[in-house]
């Protein structure tokens, strides 16, 4: 497998379709009136979304649109169609290749919904910030729409709704399982992940008359068919990592068919045994293998992994936390197989994932010519998610942290893709130079997390057979490189720019690995922070933070120790901002209650708190589903995870957060009392709330007590995209 990056073929070297002649579009059109500016009859390729569109690298739409358009297609945008009828979906005409199909830079529930599933009455991503401009399910009801408009036009879905969505999952708004979504969106085609090298293929074979039934090779895609090929070898995930006891045990280094029997020569059997991954109660032999360590190369490429199938999972929560586990080790594009799952009578085929973009790629990616602005048929209206990244530059994708309540992971990967410093600095000169109101300050310079900028593993042949979810947890993986000199050489050169005044860090910064290069952290407090530094310890107990895959206290310990020092060396008063879920798998009332006193200690007072949100296909929605912990083999009997469910503990765990507020004093003093900590109830210092409610406070609106300290303090993430920072 070493230098499997060099085998994905580059996305430059296409050859240009023959539309390339109209050249580029300053807007990608929205209206026929435009379309008919630019000289075309026709698009190529149409891009519905469910964000406003805003021509800008922040928002996967507008990447997507630039890339076809670079490789000589004519693309147009549809952005939030009214979806009570086909007649938005029809507004551009009949695309010539396909209609791509993205709910936008966020899951649609994730953006109309809370984690308590409340209706938000805003939407960053739309003008006014106004909400309800969308449908639920923004994938499905666009693919159908869609169809409706043109049957015969190839349905290509994508973005992050549809990627964490690609496998049957945990939908957390109806309580169930769900189908994937490629089922019940009716398209023909899913791409997850970062989708520059499937679209450009796609695109390009289709215009040279393949059917979109015919694409089945593109690796990061997922489509329909029935039955596994004859000449691929099929594997029953059972067998990789079963859901119960295996009695008696079986060689696992068996290269036989005895390697599918037990030493006494019958066949292995699980106790109770489980339903196999094609539904039947024993798996198909002739077609069914022994997952062994030296399998050959040639084999893995035509093994395909059958995983327990929709109808099982949906009425089974283990098997369900065994399919999770199976997806997230199959999930490295070094060494990942195929994935298959029955739905009903059809196959859902997972293609291996897309390889990473080398770093020419990335730089070519981010420099098309986009306006970096709103469409004018916006007019002066106010888009709050363009307004808050329009002066930020994106350096890098991917997260090797592997937190399980995340979704970088699953959708971007854990091998990180850099830009060269070159390309970083001519995007931020064209900030400088074009993007109106500019002062001078760049508000971030990051990427899902702020500092794994050119972070790799030592080896590329150790890289491409890594399994591990997390290259730092439990600590540190001694392969990884932690070298944070590119970074700092980086920051240095972008804020010595002319017309540059400040280089900010919006992005949150990883601090257990900040604190292995201490000059970063220099670097970034010293010249790169603008009074607050937002970080994510997420807990504090050695139960949430074992479930979340995250680092102990002592790593923030450290991190704030140095912060706090070369801030007082460069003479400045800066705070760090700690972000923290309640209500995570693995989290008890004690654990909330050990997190509001070490706040109360530390003088910090949440304004905002968020419970965790289980986001499909997250490892923590596995936990919190199935209470098993799928970062260790599932067994019947494996470990059981304590998980905080119900509106009344989701409440008390952010009300433990927000101890200071009246309005959840009378909640908390009847846990403690519960808990037998009444002594943390009364007046003195080392108390944790009052005795006595204010009777201004009988449960009304929240009100900060006259001269109490504020200092800002957020816990809002959840993992999922809140920000136009995630991408296509």
Known sequence: MIGWMQTARDI????????????????????????????????????????????????????????????????????????????????????????????????????????????????????????????????????????????????????IEASLRRIAHFDYWSEKVRRSVLLDAKADLLVYGNGERQICEIAHRLAGGETIGAITDVRGTVFVRRGTPADWIEIDSTHLDAPGPLNPPVDPYAMTDRATRGSSGTAATLSPPPPCANGSATPPAEHVVRFVRRVKNADRERSVIRMPAFEAVAADPVLYAHASRILHLESNPGNARALTQRHGDVDVWLNPPPLPLTTAEMDWVYERPYARAPHPFYGKASIPAWKMIRFSVAIQRGCFGGCTFCSITEHE??????????????????????????????????????????????????????????????????????????????????????????????????????????????????????????????????GPLSKMMKPGVAAYDRFKELFDRYSKEAGKEQYLIPYFIAAHPGTSDRDMLELALWLKKNGLRADQVQAFLPGPMATATAMYHSGRNPLKRITRSSEEVLIPKGLKVRRLHKAFLRYHDPDNWPLLREALRRMGRADLIGNGRHQLLPAYQPASHPGGAPRRRPGAAARPFRTQHTGLPRTPRRRP
């Open 413 to 542: 990967g854990r091998i990180i893709q850099s830009r060269s410093e070159d390309s970083v600095l001519r995007e931020i000169e064209t900030v400088r130079d074009t993007v109106a109101g500019f002062t001078g300050v760049i508000s971030d310079l990051g990427g899902p997390t702020a500092n794994m900028y050119r972070l790799a593993c030592k080896s590329r042949e150790i890289e491409s057979a890594c399994r591990r979810p997390s290259c730092v947890y439990p600590g540190i993986c001694p392969n990884l490189n932690t070298d944070h000199a590119p970074l700092i050489r980086l920051y240095r050169r972008a804020r010595s720019l002319p017309g540059i005044r400040k280089v900010l860090i919006a992005s949150g910064v990883r601090y257990d690995l900040a604190i292995e290069s201490p000059e970063y952290v220099k670097e970034l407090a010293q010249h790169h922070t603008g009074g607050y530094l937002k970080i994510a310890p997420e807990a504090l107990a050695e």
């Open 12 to 159: 430059t070297g296409y050859r240009k379709h023959w539309a390339e002649r109209f050249g580029t579009a300053p807007f990608l059109p929205m209206s026929r009136a435009e379309m008919d500016l630019l000289g075309w009859d026709s698009c190529d390729v149409i891009i519905v979304t469910g964000d406003a569109y805003v021509d800008h690298p922040s928002f996967g739409m507008a990447i997507v649109g630039r890339v076809l358009e670079a490789q000589g297609f004519r693309v147009g945008m549809i952005a939030q169609p009214d979806w009570h009828s086909a007649a938005a979906f029809s507004a551009l005409g009949r695309p010539n290749l396909f209609f791509g199909i993205t709910g936008g830079n966020m899951d649609s529930m994730v953006n109309r919904y809370t984690a308590d599933r409340r209706v938000r009455s805003d939407d960053a991503y739309t003008p006014g910030g106004a909400g309800g401009r969308r449908p639920d399910r923004s994938v499905i009801v666009y693919a159908q729409r869609a169809r409706e408009a043109y049957r015969d036009v190839p349905i290509v879905i994508g973005g």
